[in-house]
């Protein structure tokens, strides 16, 4: 007998579980996945290349880009394989400069791909500057 108040419950009956599956695996959905992933992998890529084959500014954008990340990149692992943080200013100035300076890249070539209501390509240029020598400046401090 049960306590007043509780209530109990029946069992579950167990469901047979089928080993049927389609032929393209246990996952039904893992071929639609990757093929609408890979078209839309395609699309970007399409479209990637029709803006900077228009502007070739944003083609030196891009390849500066790159060019910082392996910088940063070099850099980490160079402490890294060295195992020493001696120079851990310089270290910090260095990749804080790379991604400090990708991220100005990256909100120039927004203005330039879709111009901001009231600012022009060289105003955007101009703060561009401005704000990278403003970075080197506090970089160079931060060094001592």
Partial sequence: MSPVGVV??????????????????????S????????????????AYWDQVKKDNRLKLIDI????LVVVAFVQTSFMVLIRDTFP????????????????????L?????SPFDGISKNRAFGEFVLASLILH????????
């Fill in 8 to 29: 109990t419950m029946s069992p579950k009956r167990k469901k047979a579980v089928s080993s049927v599956q389609t032929r393209s695996g246990p996952f039904p959905w």
């Fill in 31 to 46: 071929g639609t996945i990757s093929r609408d992933f890979t078209d839309a992998f395609n699309v970007s890529l399409k």
């Fill in 64 to 67: 500066f880009c790159v060019f």
């Fill in 88 to 107: 851990f200013n310089a270290f910090l100035a260095g990749f804080i400069v790379c991604v400090g300076q990708f991220v100005l890249l990256m909100s």
């Fill in 109 to 113: 070539r927004l203005q330039l791909v």
């Fill in 137 to 144: 400046f506090i970089s160079l401090h931060f060094i001592n």
